[in-house]
């Protein structure tokens, strides 16, 4: 029942995604080459779903209708690894999702939602060097910047210049 639940909601989640998507004029320019990198990540996500969907429907190998008590130990054991690479595989799946669910957002909200997970960061920096700990705000200082790291990572991934980034928030800041 949950892994049907999970399904449905994916689907719908995607039905929803493309019809917006497909609802937008095409453009031309920058905004042309967005919803390009749009419609592209909505493609994958509906390829990430097909493979998970028939993940979910494939029974493990030689489980079919068995019940674990009437296995031997190798044949649990067996089974065992199969379910931990499957619950991988749906991890790894589930990652890739996530990722190309950024592509469909805003760069603006990506950038504010950034700011406001380094916003507790920064506060306990400013704590960290107003007590003078000197060892925590350096690993503070790093954990800071590894994480704008990965952001601009991302960033640069889904095709924008941290220039580009710093111009649209000039233009018209977040809501």
């Given at each position: 029942m949950k892994k049907r639940s999970i399904l449905v909601v994916g689907v719908l989640l995607t039905a929803a995604l493309a019809w917006t998507a497909m609802a937008q004029?095409?453009?031309?320019?920058?905004?042309?080459?967005?919803?390009?990198?749009?419609?592209?990540?909505?493609?994958?996500?509906?390829?990430?779903?097909?493979?998970?969907?028939?993940?979910?429907?494939?029974?493990?190998?030689?489980?079919?209708?068995?019940?674990?008590?009437?296995?031997?130990?190798?044949?649990?054991?067996?089974?065992?690894?199969?379910?931990?690479?499957?619950?991988?595989?749906?991890?790894?799946?589930?990652?890739?999702?996530?990722?190309?669910?950024?592509?469909?957002?805003?760069?603006?909200?990506?950038?504010?939602?950034?700011?406001e997970s380094l916003a507790p960061l920064k506060d306990l920096l400013a704590s960290a060097q107003a007590e003078k700990a000197t060892a925590t705000a350096a690993k503070i200082e790093k954990l800071i910047a590894e994480r704008q790291k990965q952001f601009q990572d991302k960033m640069t991934a889904m095709g924008f210049s941290p220039e580009m980034l710093e111009r649209m928030m000039q233009r018209r800041p977040p809501q």
């Open positions: 004029p095409p453009q031309g320019g920058g905004f042309g080459r967005m919803r390009e990198m749009r419609q592209n990540a909505l493609n994958a996500i509906q390829e990430q779903l097909t493979k998970l969907k028939a993940m979910m429907e494939q029974a493990p190998q030689g489980m079919q209708g068995r019940n674990p008590q009437d296995m031997t130990d190798e044949e649990r054991t067996k089974m065992r690894e199969e379910f931990t690479k499957r619950r991988e595989e749906q991890a790894n799946i589930m990652a890739e999702m996530a990722k190309q669910m950024d592509t469909l957002k805003d760069p603006r909200q990506l950038m504010t939602e950034q700011q």
